[in-house]
């Protein structure tokens, strides 16, 4: 059974910085695709950031390029997401989904078949 559990999610000032992890159990992540989407209340899901299973290969979306970095431990089976100079507008459910593929186009949630719980990221004063 595949399983990914997000954490690191909470409430933070703008500027502020946090640190989001997304653990695989069930299987290992070498082979993954892993990307990270949020959701606002009223809003559509959108893509955060993506990463190729040998981490060579990045994708952000344009809101958060130079402030979020993606990063992978495969040893750890685990894929993170620091975000730095947060925003208000950051705020929202935080998920990790993984695919088995290649990263070729950018970061769409159709193709992603397994999601996490998800994490609540709150930027507020």
């Known amino acids: 059974q595949l399983q990914l559990v997000e954490s690191g999610g909470g409430l933070v000032q703008p500027g502020g910085s946090l640190r989001l992890s997304c653990a695989a159990s069930g299987f290992r992540l070498d082979y993954y695709v892993i990307g990270w989407f949020r959701q606002a209340p009223g809003k559509e899901r959108e893509g955060v950031s993506c990463?190729?299973?040998?981490?060579?290969?990045?994708k952000y979306e344009d809101s958060v390029k130079g402030r979020f970095t993606i990063s992978r431990d495969n040893a750890k089976n685990t894929v993170y997401l620091q975000m730095n100079s947060l925003k208000p507008e950051d705020t929202a459910v935080y998920y990790c989904?993984?695919?088995?593929?290649?990263?070729?186009?950018?970061?769409?949630?159709?193709?992603?078949?397994?999601w996490g719980q998800g994490t609540q990221v709150t930027v507020s004063s």
């Open positions: 989904a993984a695919h088995r593929g290649y990263l070729f186009g950018p970061c769409r949630a159709d193709d992603f078949g397994s």
């Open positions: 990463i190729s299973s040998s981490g060579e290969t990045t």
